[in-house]
T-cell receptor
């Protein structure tokens, strides 16, 4: 079983749609969780950290479920510019991050 | 946020030659730098972790004699791909991590280096 698993997609949604991504992780001792966004041929950029209480940043909401070992990212009112690959990242106590393979999102007019 | 630069951004080389990639943290003292490789449509794969002044720790399956990492200062790490072959063609990304201005542990990625070996 891979350490961090994501549905690769692609998720093809119209503008304005709400879309949700899930990510599961295998190491129950993982301590930090993040969502990164990666555009084609670019480096990943931090989208948001994921806290136990859940957190929201504008149209983006991230949640963590430690019991089931998954994190989620919800994007509301999708924009064309949201088209990218969304990477789930999990870190253990040593701060070494493990990346999921990413979920591709395509938002169309 | 902090800025991490990589040089070169794109390199084409002939099979058998060596290529050096630099990763610099411009306004940030990186106690740790990570080197990743990403093949098309795949996730970033951690190659090695390097702490300033000490030898890098390589992930399983990564040849340390082929991918030489030097982390001589808190702002510079280099990755040298020795005797490159076409299968080494990939997108190489570094990241720098350490305590940021907020006092929290932070990580920043370089823009990546696209290596093509012909």
């Amino acid at each position: 079983r891979k350490e961090v698993e994501q549905d690769p997609g692609p998720f093809n949604v119209p503008e304005g749609a709400t879309v949700a991504f899930n990510c599961t992780y295998s190491n129950s001792a993982s301590q930090s969780f993040f969502w990164y966004r990666q555009d084609c041929r670019k480096e990943p950029k931090l989208l948001m950290s994921v806290y136990s209480s859940g957190n929201e940043d504008g149209r983006f909401t991230a949640q963590l479920n430690r019991a089931s070992q998954y994190i989620s990212l919800l994007i509301r009112d999708s924009k064309l510019s949201d088209s990218a690959t969304y990477l789930c990242v999990v870190e253990g106590g040593s701060y070494i991050p493990t990346f999921g393979r990413g979920t591709s999102l395509i938002v169309h007019p | 946020g902090a800025v991490v630069s990589q040089h070169p951004s794109w390199v084409i080389c002939k099979s058998g030659t060596s290529v050096k990639i630099e990763c610099r943290s411009l306004d940030f003292q990186a106690t740790t730098m990570f080197w990743y490789r990403q093949f098309p449509k795949q996730s970033l794969m951690l190659m090695a972790t390097s702490n300033e002044g000490s030898k890098a720790t390589y992930e399983q399956g990564v040849e340390k004699d082929k991918f030489l990492i030097n982390h001589a200062s808190l702002t510079l790490s280099t990755l040298t791909v020795t005797s490159a072959h076409p299968e080494d063609s990939s997108f190489y990304i570094c990241s720098a991590s350490g305590e940021g201005a907020t006092g929290r542990y932070e990580q920043y990625f370089g823009p990546g280096t696209r290596l093509t070996v012909t």
